[in-house]
């Protein structure tokens, strides 16, 4: 499967801000917050996690080419210095699992543009299933 369209949709939401909902504490409780992620996205993940793309073994893979398994600005950065398929596979595999994580971290991928950017390598390098 080739990720044109996700790069496309990825590309326009660099920069742009993802709702998240408000808790009430009127009546006394405080619930955290969660992000409210549009169809688009959802559909990307869910094809994502079933594609022959996603890397289970994404941590052994990054440290395989001497990256830390965490998604920050520098290992990012690293992944995409890297310029290689089986790496940007294993950190976007690493992204995609951590909203499970930790909230947000879609959104804050979407915003910095490392979906759109892994996604980048993949489709340049014509990588199909």
């Not at 920050?72 to 699992?97: E, F, G, R």
């Given at each position: 499967?080739?990720w044109?369209?996700a790069?496309?949709?990825?590309?326009?939401?660099?920069?742009?801000?993802?709702?998240?909902?408000?808790?009430?504490?009127?009546?006394?409780?405080?619930?955290?917050?969660?992000p409210?992620?549009?169809?688009?996205?959802?559909?990307?993940?869910r094809?994502?996690?079933?594609?022959?793309?996603?890397?289970?073994?994404?941590?052994?893979?990054?440290?395989?080419?001497?990256?830390?398994?965490?998604?920050?600005?520098?290992?990012?950065?690293?992944?995409?210095?890297?310029?290689?398929?089986?790496?940007?596979?294993?950190?976007?595999?690493?992204?995609?699992?951590?909203?499970?994580?930790?909230?947000?971290?879609?959104?804050?991928?979407?915003q910095?543009?490392?979906?759109?950017?892994?996604?980048?390598?993949?489709?340049?390098?014509?990588?199909?299933?």
């Open positions: 499967m080739e044109q369209t790069e496309a949709y990825f590309k326009k939401m660099i920069g742009k801000k993802v709702a998240w909902t408000i808790s009430q504490p009127e009546d006394g409780l405080v619930r955290a917050g969660y409210l992620y549009d169809q688009e996205l959802l559909e990307f993940v094809h994502f996690k079933t594609s022959t793309q996603y890397d289970p073994h994404y941590r052994k893979t990054l440290r395989h080419y001497h990256v830390k398994p965490k998604m920050t600005a520098v290992t990012v950065s690293q992944v995409l210095l890297i310029n290689n398929v089986t790496a940007a596979a294993a950190m976007l595999s690493l992204i995609v699992d951590g909203e499970d994580v930790q909230r947000g971290t879609w959104a804050a991928a979407m910095a543009g490392y979906f759109y950017r892994l996604l980048k390598i993949l489709n340049d390098n014509k990588v199909a299933e």
